[in-house]
């Protein structure tokens, strides 16, 4: 069965490697790791759903059943070998190749003409000022610490990713801006 990736399925198939979890630890895990940033964790019923679908392929299997008098009865899911194997695949294809993710600040922009240039230039600033307290949260998390002591950078490689991504966007959109005010850059609103 080919199993569609989806970065919810890699992060379950990741999280297992270190043992066996119950769905609610994986939630847990996932948050206070900070993968929430760049893993939807959001609905634990789509967490729920993935672990299914993953347990139908065969990529995970449910193990024993935990009881404590706090919480419902929990399930313990553990990796296969075959989820193993899809997990390393993924992390290869991903690390490897570009892929258009399609995200909706491009699509926004490729319809920006409809606004006129100062209603633009008004939203970009405000993105602006939001990308400014986004790369101050991120390089907090990049200097937070575990117990006093300092997480591995390797922990935090996709926060690193995110604070020079984040950091690029804002620059461009400086230089937009500056275009916008100068006259620059302009256009009739409406259809092209």
């Known amino acids: 069965m080919t199993f569609r990736r989806s970065t919810l399925a890699m992060a379950i198939l990741g999280l297992l490697e270190n043992g066996p979890l119950h769905p609610y630890g994986i939630q847990r ?9 760049v893993v939807n964790v959001g609905q634990r019923t789509s967490l729920y759903r993935m672990i299914v679908r993953l347990e139908e392929a065969g990529l995970i299997a449910a193990g024993a059943t935990e009881r404590d008098e706090r919480y419902p009865e929990r399930t313990v899911y553990h990796l296969t070998d075959a989820g193993r194997e ?13 892929r258009n993710e399609f995200p909706e600040f491009p699509a926004g922009l490729s ?12 939203l970009l600033g405000r993105r602006r000022g939001s990308l400014t307290q986004r790369i101050a949260e991120l390089r907090k998390e990049l200097a937070s610490t575990v117990d006093g002591q300092p997480i591995p950078r390797y922990a935090l490689l996709e ?11 804002a620059e ?7 275009e916008l005010e100068s006259g620059e850059l302009t256009w009739a609103p409406g259809p092209v």
């Open 29 to 37: 895990l996932i948050k206070q790791w900070g993968k929430d940033q």
């Open 86 to 98: 899809v997990c390393r695949e993924w992390l290869s294809e991903i690390l490897t190749t570009p």
């Open 111 to 122: 319809f920006v003409m409809l606004l006129p240039p100062d209603a633009a230039g008004e």
């Open 159 to 169: 926060t690193e990713y995110q604070v020079a991504v984040t950091v690029a966007e």
């Open 172 to 178: 461009w959109i400086d230089g937009v801006l500056g």
